[in-house]
């Protein structure tokens, strides 16, 4: 256990819809990050945020936005959802030395 | 952007030899060189770092070696056993400036 909570752990959904991702980073960690894990994709970067500010972007796409709030824990919202964001979408979070991510258990997502 | 290539995609090795994973990478500022594995739907497990001012690094059966000069590193894992079978990933960063560039893996078998 990374001490990283993500929910849910499944969602399935229709094309067209929103949904939101939620992750709590290990206790003391500032940075969260996001990725999304597909067959053809790979495990991809899309964003990250560092004590409630976005920090750096990576493969993001413009209908995907994240936040991250006070207490710390994040969330990631996707909206217009395509069969193609079908994915494992994973948060990991860092420490103070910004090196070591630890990754959540992830979010299976389904659009149908 | 970063790009990381990772080698061979499937490494079949008996129970007991050693297996040796390679990466290259194209940023010469890339400074962090992580080493994930992952089991059939679970979350990818930090299993060995490396940080550009070291060359190699040891932890019990586990090794990594840098090379900054040829921008390539590699996992080496000696006396193999069943539990070492997963998908492993490698990872190339600019510490916490950004996240982590993965390579597309390499599903690693152990023959008994």
């Known amino acids: 256990d990374s001490g990283v909570t993500q929910t849910p752990k499944h969602l399935i959904t229709a094309t067209g819809q929103r949904v939101t991702l939620r992750c709590s980073p290990r206790?003391?960690?500032?940075?969260v990050y996001w990725y999304q894990q597909s067959l053809d994709q790979g495990l991809q970067f899309l964003i990250q945020y560092y004590n409630g500010e976005e920090r750096a972007k990576g493969n993001i796409l413009e209908r995907f936005s994240a936040q991250q709030f006070p207490d710390l824990h994040s969330e990631l919202n996707l909206s217009s959802l395509e069969l193609g964001d079908s994915a494992l979408y994973f948060c990991?979070?860092?420490?103070?030395?910004?090196?070591?991510?630890?990754f959540g258990p992830g979010t299976r997502l389904t659009v149908l | 952007g970063e790009n990381v290539e990772q080698h061979p995609s499937t490494l079949s090795v008996q129970e007991g030899d050693s297996a040796v994973i390679k990466c290259t990478y194209s940023?010469?500022?890339?400074?962090?060189f992580p080493w994930y594995k992952q089991e059939l739907g679970k979350r990818p497990q930090l299993i060995i770092d490396?940080?550009?001012?070291?060359g190699e690094k040891k932890d019990q059966r586990i090794a990594v070696t840098l090379n900054k000069t040829a921008k390539h590193f590699s996992l080496h894992i000696t006396e193999t056993q069943p539990e070492d079978s997963a998908v492993y990933f490698c990872?190339?960063?600019?510490?916490?400036?950004?996240?982590?560039?993965f390579g597309k893996g390499t599903h690693l078998i152990i023959q008994p």
């Open positions: 990991a979070s860092s420490g103070g030395g910004f090196y070591e991510q630890f």
């Open positions: 490396i940080r550009s001012n070291v």
């Open positions: 206790s003391g960690d500032l940075s």
């Open positions: 940023d010469s500022a890339s400074n962090y």
């Open positions: 990872a190339a960063s600019l510490g916490g400036a950004d996240g982590l560039t």
